[in-house]
Antibody, heavy 114, light 111 residues
Framework: EVQLVQSGAEVKKPGESLKISCKGS????????IGWVRQMPGKGLEWMGI????????RYSPSFQGQVIISADKSISTAYLQWSSLKASDTAMYYC???????WGQGTLVTVSS | QTVVTQEPSLIVSPGGTVTLTCASS?????????PNWFQQKPGQAPRTLIY???NKHSWTPARFSGSLLGGKAALRLSGVQPEDEADYYC???????????FGGGTKLTVL
């Protein structure tokens, strides 16, 4: 059974850094693209970017280029989404997803508040 | 910037049939766009109903089907149930840069 399991909810202050994770199981993690999706409170889904864990080839949607970093460690079947300096506007639910078959993580709620 | 457009809202009666569509600002949607359709209910993660245009998961109810219709991706619900009331999103693939784009979502009301 394919599973994407994300790290737990985070509460951070503006300016802090953060790295959230998404661990894949039940399939060959290195050979499928895995992406990240943002959903701000009460809003729709936004595609942020995607990574191929096999060689770490990474593509960002224009709105998120330079705002976040997507990475992966294929040795532990885990993808990451990180921020170097959080803003209040980063408050959202973040999902990882495998778009080839539509597998989703359960989501990680990130709250940024002073 | 590529835009993917869905109906903002639709209303359907229980037992009825409704078709949601997903259009691209770049032109006709084809199978090369690998349309995905997701259902999201309040407080829940999205759940994939259809991937690559018309493929269903084991959990996809038979009343849901995906297709291409008039240059758009389409999600058809036949015999709508009250529990189908939800937000529905499409996701299209735009090729080489591994760029995927979501539609704005359709709020489906069963009334």
């Amino acid at each position: 059974e394919v599973q994407l399991v994300q790290s737990g909810a985070e509460v951070k202050k503006p300016g802090e850094s953060l790295k959230i994770s998404c661990k894949g199981s039940g399939y060959s993690f290195a050979t499928y693209w895995i992406g990240w999706v943002r959903q701000m409170p009460g809003k729709g889904l936004e595609w942020m970017g995607i990574i191929y864990p096999g060689d770490s080839d990474t593509r960002y949607s224009p709105s998120f280029q330079g705002q976040v970093i997507i990475s992966a460690d294929k040795s532990i079947s885990t993808a990451y989404l990180q921020w170097s300096s959080l803003k209040a506007s980063d408050t959202a639910m973040y999902y990882c997803a495998r778009p080839d078959r539509g597998y989703w993580g359960q989501g990680t709620l990130v709250t940024v508040s002073s | 910037q590529t835009v993917v457009t869905q109906e903002p809202s639709l209303i359907v009666s229980p037992g009825g049939t409704v078709t949601l569509t997903c259009a691209s600002s770049t032109g006709a949607v084809t199978s090369d766009y690998y349309p995905n359709w997701f259902q999201q209910k309040p407080g829940q993660a999205p759940r994939t109903l259809i991937y690559s245009g018309s493929n269903k998961h084991s959990w996809t109810p038979a009343r849901f089907s995906g297709s291409l219709l008039g240059g758009k991706a389409a999600l058809r619900l036949s015999g709508v149930q009250p529990e189908d009331e939800a937000d529905y999103y499409c996701l299209l693939y735009f090729g080489g840069a591994q760029n995927w784009v979501f539609g704005g979502g359709t709020k489906l009301t069963v009334l």
